[in-house]
């Protein structure tokens, strides 16, 4: 990564103070060279003595709520929100307090449980909550129960948006909640084994057969999930895949069909944050730590995300710098076909690992560029939880 690059142009968004300011963008910057999330190498990575400067993070992080500064990042024009939870091993850590044993009953670690908007082929994150079976043995909740938490606290801001989860989420609990509180969702159905049929029936009380054949889309309006949420349904086999998707959703059947298969992109998203940012290198003792440096790590993979988004605009796409808030914040008007290398690679990909080819005059007005439509976003997002 380009050490000329400075980040006090999109932290001056996010925080008043100047001297945090200072301290914020040099940080991010420091785990973003790093590729760690790891106290002692992104004090390596700044300017000084790094005994100094992990003073001066564990300080920023003590002064700066950095959780609640990713709030600032959902996007108030976003399609949908995605919700995803992730399983974070932490090996050689049995007496860490929030460290339980992962799906398989045996390995160590935790679930990052994170939601998202989307944006061009990864997602924005903006709000997650961290559990394991360790915690809900604990505390006496459930993972149904983390679940109400992680979404209680962005009811207020889906207004319209669905929420769009994988197939763990699909149990009566949670969708009862959703239909009382009137939150749309998109949510694939959890078969299991080949041969399970989930529990719906039609307004008759007839129970709905899932049959279908490899090419063909079928759709079940007005159906009843477990006999009570009523849902519309929607399968569909692809040729080219070993078995059939069936999405049940309180949209148009076809329109929560298309927004599931966007899904994906908070895997992508997944994947950085583990093997560009090396997040399952974290091992806090305690829990509120960890939550705040999953926070800053959050935070510096979407400054990386739209900073090298707008990197790869300008150097892969042929984008004028003038033009790049537009297309930051709007379709980015790049023809594949002219720029095949702009389809190669992801911003934080070019950002982390990749030589600039921009000259650091270009830099610092890509940073300008980038830093102007970072405001809207970060502004933008204050009006809604005003």
């Known amino acids: 990564m380009d050490k000329c690059i400075n ?27 790093a590729q760690s999330p790891r106290l002692t190498n992104i004090a390596e990575k700044m300017s000084g003595k790094s005994d100094r400067n992990y003073k001066t993070i564990q300080r920023f992080l003590k002064d700066v709520n950095v959780k609640q500064l990713l709030m600032r990042f959902y996007r108030e024009e976003a399609e949908f929100v995605i919700g995803d939870p992730t399983e974070m091993e932490r090996y050689r850590a049995p007496k860490t307090s929030y460290v339980g044993t992962l799906s398989d009953g045996q390995t160590a670690g935790y679930w990052l449980m994170v939601l998202s908007t989307p944006f061009r082929g990864r997602s924005l994150p903006f709000s ?18 983390e679940h109400f938490r992680c979404f209680e606290e962005i009811k ?12 763990e989420f699909s149990y009566e609990e949670l969708m009862e909640i959703l239909y009382i509180e009137h939150i749309q969702f998109v949510i694939c159905l959890n078969l299991g084994s080949q041969h399970k049929q989930a529990r719906l029936i039609d307004a008759d009380g007839e129970p709905v057969k899932l049959f279908i054949r490899p090419g063909e889309t079928i759709i079940r309006p007005n159906v009843y999930y477990l006999g009570t949420v009523r849902v519309n349904l929607i399968g569909h086999w692809r040729k080219s895949l070993s078995k059939p998707l069936w999405v049940i959703t309180t ?10 298969l966007k899904r994906m992109k908070i ?11 090396h997040l399952t290198k974290l091992m806090n003792k305690k829990q509120s730590h960890l939550e705040q440096m999953i926070a800053l790590s959050l935070l510096a993979y979407v400054m990386g995300v739209w900073f090298g988004e707008a990197i790869r605009d300008v150097v892969y796409g042929g984008l004028e710098i003038a033009h790049l808030p537009d297309a930051l914040l709007n379709r980015p008007p790049v023809d594949p076909n002219l720029h095949p290398k702009w389809l190669l690679y ?41």
């Open 251 to 260: 949209l148009e059947p076809k329109r929560g069909l298309e927004i599931y």
């Open 128 to 145: 997650f909550v961290v559990y394991s079976s360790k915690t809900i043995g604990s505390q006496c909740t459930s993972r149904n129960q």
């Open 346 to 386: 992801s911003g934080l990909f070019v950002l982390l690992k990749q030589k600039l080819r921009i000259s650091h005059s270009q830099l610092d007005k890509v940073t300008q560029m980038a830093s102007l439509a970072f405001a809207s976003l970060v502004f933008g997002n204050v009006r809604s939880f005003v």
């Open 267 to 277: 895997e992508e998203s997944f994947r950085d944050c583990k093997d560009l940012l």
């Open 7 to 33: 980040f006090c142009g999109f932290m001056r968004h996010l925080i008043d103070e100047g001297k945090l300011v200072k301290q914020g963008a040099e940080i991010v910057k420091a785990l973003l060279e």
């Open 156 to 167: 207020g801001l889906l207004g319209e948006r669905p929420l769009v989860l994988d197939r």
